[in-house]
C-alpha cells in the first residue's frame, strides 16, 4: 500500500487486496504475487513532473456503483492535476450504501471538489488564485442536479451535507463538465480494466520511463 503514494496505477488491486488482509485465502496470495511480478516489470516507471508556469487546477471523478461484492457499497476515484502533472489521487469505499446510481454519483465529485478546495487554498499561499476549476465526470444526470436548485424525489433522500456541491457552483469556484466514459481517467482507481484500456488510462496520468 505504500507504493500507491508513487503508482496510481497498482492502487485498485491493492486495495481490493487489502480487504482480505484478516482471513486471505490462496487466490488473494496469487493476485499479490501477480503484482509484485507487475511491479518488477514496471520498476522504472514512474510520476513525471514538468516544470510549468500554468497552475490551472483540474479534477477528474468517477464512482463504481455497488461495485463491492461482498458489502455493495460505492468505489469512488479521484485525480486532481496542477497543469498537466498529476498531484493528488484517491480511491475509496464510501462510507454508506447508496440507495441509488443517482446519490453514488453525486457524493462522488463532492469528494473531489474538497481536495481541490484544499488546493486552491494552498495555492493562495503562493498569490495564486484559481476560479471555476473544472471537475470532469461522466454522468449527465448529476450535473443537471448540481445546477438545479429545486429539490425533488431523485433528490430528496441524498444528505444535506453534500449539496455543498451545489453551494460552489453557484459561487462559481467549481464547474462540473461532462467527460466521455472513454476519456475518464479515474476509471482506473475504480473498476477492473482490459490492458490497453488500463495502459491508456496509466498514461494519461502522467506516468513515464524513469533513467536508471
Not at 465526470?137 to 429539490?151: G, H, Y
Request: proline letters at 3%.
Amino acid at each position: 500500500m505504500y507504493l500507491t503514494t508513487s503508482k496510481p496505477d497498482i492502487m485498485f488491486n491493492i486495495y481490493v487486496c487489502a480487504r482480505f488482509q484478516v482471513r486471505p485465502k490462496d487466490v488473494h496470495l496469487q493476485v499479490v504475487k501477480h503484482i509484485l511480478r507487475y511491479l518488477k516489470r514496471i520498476a522504472n516507471l514512474g510520476i513525471n513532473f514538468y516544470k510549468s508556469q500554468n497552475f490551472s487546477l483540474l479534477g477528474y471523478c468517477d464512482v463504481d456503483y455497488a461495485g463491492d461484492n461482498w458489502e455493495r457499497k460505492n468505489t469512488s476515484g479521484r485525480c486532481h492535476f496542477l497543469d498537466r502533472c498529476l498531484v493528488s489521487w484517491t480511491r475509496k469505499r464510501q462510507s454508506t450504501i447508496s440507495l441509488s446510481t443517482c446519490e453514488a454519483e453525486y457524493v462522488a465529485p463532492g469528494q473531489c471538489l474538497t481536495q481541490l478546495l484544499w488546493i486552491k487554498n494552498q495555492l493562495k499561499d503562493y498569490d495564486i488564485y484559481e476560479s471555476s476549476i473544472p471537475v470532469l465526470c461522466d454522468n449527465t444526470t448529476i450535473i443537471s442536479i448540481s445546477k438545479n436548485p429545486i429539490l425533488h424525489s431523485r433528490t430528496k433522500h441524498i444528505e444535506i451535507k453534500h449539496h455543498f456541491i451545489r453551494d460552489h457552483l453557484q459561487k462559481g469556484t467549481f464547474d462540473l463538465v461532462y467527460v466521455k466514459i472513454e476519456e475518464q481517467l479515474a476509471n482506473i482507481f475504480t473498476k477492473p480494466l482490459q490492458e490497453d484500456r488500463y495502459i491508456w488510462l496509466r498514461d494519461r496520468l502522467g506516468m513515464e520511463l524513469i533513467g536508471e
